[in-house]
Nanobody, 115 residues
Framework: QVQFVNSGGGLVQPGASLKLSCAASGSMFSSFGIGWYRQVPGKQRELVASLNSRGRTFYDDSVEGRFTISRDNAKKTVTLEMNSLKPEDTAVYFC?????????WGQGTQVTVSS
């Protein structure tokens, strides 16, 4: 059974940077992709960045050029580096498997960008 736990959120000012980490338990971490999602109240959860098992990345247009996703198979972690943060990046962020997320999403980690 694979589980994902994310961390690294916080309250920052516009233009600041944050690094989110996703730690995976279980086996065969390198055999599947990982995505970072975010959700704000009243809206559906959306995929903002992903990295598949073959090393290909995807970024939503809203974060292209500002966010970077990477993975360390030995440490079983996936990192989302967020730069030039904007107020509209404020959301609860989750990591999960792609393209078929696990049913359990957890509580996520809150990122708040505000002056």
């Amino acid at each position: 059974q694979v589980q994902f736990v994310n961390s690294g959120g916080g309250l920052v000012q516009p233009g600041a940077s944050l690094k989110l980490s996703c730690a995976a338990s279980g086996s065969m971490f390198s055999s599947f992709g990982i995505g970072w999602y975010r959700q704000v109240p009243g809206k559906q959860r959306e995929l903002v960045a992903s990295l598949n098992s073959r090393g290909r990345t995807f970024y939503d247009d809203s974060v292209e050029g500002r966010f970077t996703i990477s993975r360390d198979n030995a440490k079983k972690t996936v990192t989302l580096e967020m730069n030039s943060l904007k107020p509209e990046d404020t959301a609860v962020y989750f990591c999960n498997r792609i393209p078929r997320p696990l049913s359990y999403w957890g509580q996520g980690t809150q990122v708040t960008v505000s002056s």
